[in-house]
């Protein structure tokens, strides 16, 4: 990925979160600190919401609009996070490890210094998401399906050779 694509991922990245969603319906709010394990979000319209150094072991964010949303440094082991929607998002040293995110959406996010510990991505889509090449080999290895929103497989959104 070359440095001008890098930074212009970034720029988005940062204009997303500067940004107010547009829906109506949207809820922005801060867990950012928060103990949140086992809670559920599953379905909710949370774009632009802020958890990051959040612990959300074993919560639930199946089908969530998340678009924007920050979990820098987060805990999401076993997390339900099939489905998910988390374009242009700030996921940066967050904690995957054993989390389902099977079909989620990780376009254009940030993603770098991510552990993904036998982590389901079956059809996630990480289009022109931006990752430490070592999580981006290590994803390869287990890349397989395509996402039913966006119709990109896994293995292409990652660019896997």
């Known amino acids: 990925m070359s440095y001008l694509r890098l ?7 940062i204009a997303c979160l500067l940004v107010s969603p547009m829906n109506a319906q949207a809820e922005t709010l801060s867990f950012s600190h928060a103990q949140l394990k086992g809670r559920d979000f599953s379905g909710r319209v949370l774009a632009g919401s802020g958890f990051a150094n959040a612990n959300m072991e074993g919560a639930n964010f ?33 904690d995957f490890a054993k989390a ?8 254009e996010t940030i993603l770098l210094r991510s552990t993904f510990d036998f982590v389901n991505i079956d059809g996630a889509d990480f289009t022109d998401a931006i990752m430490d090449g070592g999580q981006r080999k290590w994803l390869c290895t287990k890349a ?7 119709g990109i ?7 896997c050779t």
């Open 153 to 159: 497989s896994t293995r292409e959104s990652l660019e």
């Open 100 to 107: 389902d995110l099977s079909n989620a959406v990780l376009a």
């Open 62 to 94: 199946e089908n969530a609009d998340l678009r924007g949303s920050v979990f820098s440094a987060s805990i999401l082991r076993n997390a339900k996070l099939r489905g998910a929607d988390f374009s242009g998002g700030l996921l940066d040293q967050a």
């Open 7 to 13: 930074a212009i991922t970034a720029i988005f990245a």
């Open 144 to 150: 397989k399906g395509i996402n039913s929103k966006t």
